[in-house]
T-cell receptor
Framework: ETGVTQTPRHLVMGMTNKKSLKCEQHLGHNAMYWYKQSAKKPLELMFV???????ENNSVPSRFSPECPNSSHLFLHLHTLQPEDSALYLC????????????FGSGTQLSVL | SQELEQSPQSLIVQEGKNLTINCTSS?????LYWYKQKYGEGLIFLMMLQKGGEEKSHEKITAKLDEKKQQSSLHITASQPSHAGIYLCGAVPKMEYGNKLVFGAGTILRVKS
């Protein structure tokens, strides 16, 4: 148990569906991250929130919409996804500052049909 | 942008054997992290190296950082089935980016009993 909880663990959705991924951290951290992990590719940093403000958006398509209502919760809203968006979506949290280690959740395995 | 290349991509070792995984960066390293991942799950932090020549150990896993070579190695002594998984190295691209890690593609380790 890393202190970072993601739900759901598995999600299957059609291309016209709207769904949301949820992440909650119980570590008192003030930075949260979304990463995408596709087969045989490095983890891709999608979004970073620091002190509840978005500080990084790595050219992610608008069909992915993050939300960080407070320092403990992070959401990723999904709509009109494509099959190539199927991947493991990982949430992480850390303290802000230089070289603080990231704590990861178990991920949501997403399949887009 | 910084890239991390891991080698080998995968390896299979007999239980009890030693092994080494390498991580080479295309740019200067400002901190190098090692994580372990079980398939389809989140990343578990192993250790972080900050200075050239630094070496850290945890149980039977030792990591070293060669700053001049922009490289880190992870060595497992007397491998066990519990060591099986995906090992990922991560690095901070620039000093001012704090802990927005970029990752290598991972090394898949299988340990045969």
């Amino acid at each position: 148990e890393t202190g970072v909880t993601q739900t759901p663990r598995h999600l299957v959705m059609g291309m016209t569906n709207k769904k949301s991924l949820k992440c909650e951290q119980h570590l008192g951290h003030n930075a949260m991250y979304w990463y995408k992990q596709s087969a045989k590719k490095p983890l891709e940093l999608m979004f970073v929130y620091s002190l509840e403000e978005r500080v990084e958006n790595n050219s992610v398509p608008s069909r992915f919409s993050p939300e960080c209502p407070n320092s403990s919760h992070l959401f990723l809203h999904l709509h009109t996804l494509q099959p190539e968006d199927s991947a493991l979506y990982l949430c992480a949290s850390s303290n802000t500052g230089v070289r603080e280690k990231l704590f990861f959740g178990s991920g949501t395995q997403l399949s887009v049909l | 942008s910084q890239e991390l290349e891991q080698s080998p991509q995968s390896l299979i070792v007999q239980e009890g054997k030693n092994l080494t995984i390498n991580c080479t960066s295309s740019k200067t390293l400002y901190g190098l992290y090692w994580y372990k991942q079980k398939y389809g799950e989140g990343l578990i932090f192993l250790m972080m190296l900050q200075k050239g020549g630094e070496e850290k150990s945890h149980e039977k896993i030792t990591a070293k950082l060669d700053e001049k070579k922009q490289q880190s190695s992870l060595h497992i002594t007397a491998s066990q089935p519990s060591h099986a998984g995906i090992y990922l190295c991560g690095a901070v691209p620039k000093m001012e980016y704090g802990n927005k890690l970029v990752f290598g593609a991972g090394t898949i380790l299988r340990v045969k009993s």
